[in-house]
């Protein structure tokens, strides 16, 4: 259960993420607060797992930073092997994802101007400034 003691070991997942996920996946089935909380438990311990384990891979390639490559050898060597396939689509589908919004956040591209276009309406108004 998190506390606000500040300890490591207390964190864990959001409940609200936890529950949305049961109903997403068990929508006609009633779960007890208890199971819901082992839920939780089960979570939060199977992350702590295969990022202690992730970690660990990462520091013995003597990388500083975390990447999804040590997150799958990490499932591996844990023995969850057979979850590395889902993984692999996941993590497709974020990139996916993250590649889509990285362009929508683009001025250039929303705009629907080519970037040379932009580039002499923007020297014109330099001109224009220096009259």
């Not at 997150?71 to 994802?97: D, M």
């Amino acid at each position: 259960m998190a506390s606000s003691s500040g300890n490591d070991d207390d964190l864990t997942i959001p409940r609200a993420a936890i529950n949305k996920m049961i109903k997403e996946t068990l929508p006609n089935v009633r779960v007890a607060n208890d199971a819901r909380e082992l839920v939780v438990n089960c979570c939060t311990e199977f992350i702590h797992l295969i990022s202690s384990e992730a970690n660990e891979i990462c520091n013995k390639s003597e990388k500083k930073t975390i990447s999804p490559e040590h997150v799958i050898q990490a499932l591996e060597s844990l023995g969850f092997g057979s979850y590395i396939s889902e993984v692999k689509e996941v993590l497709q589908e974020c990139k996916t994802v993250a590649l889509k919004r990285r362009k929508a956040s683009s001025r250039l591209e929303n705009l629907g101007i080519p970037e040379e276009e932009l580039l002499r309406q923007q020297q014109e108004l330099f001109a224009q400034v220096r009259k």
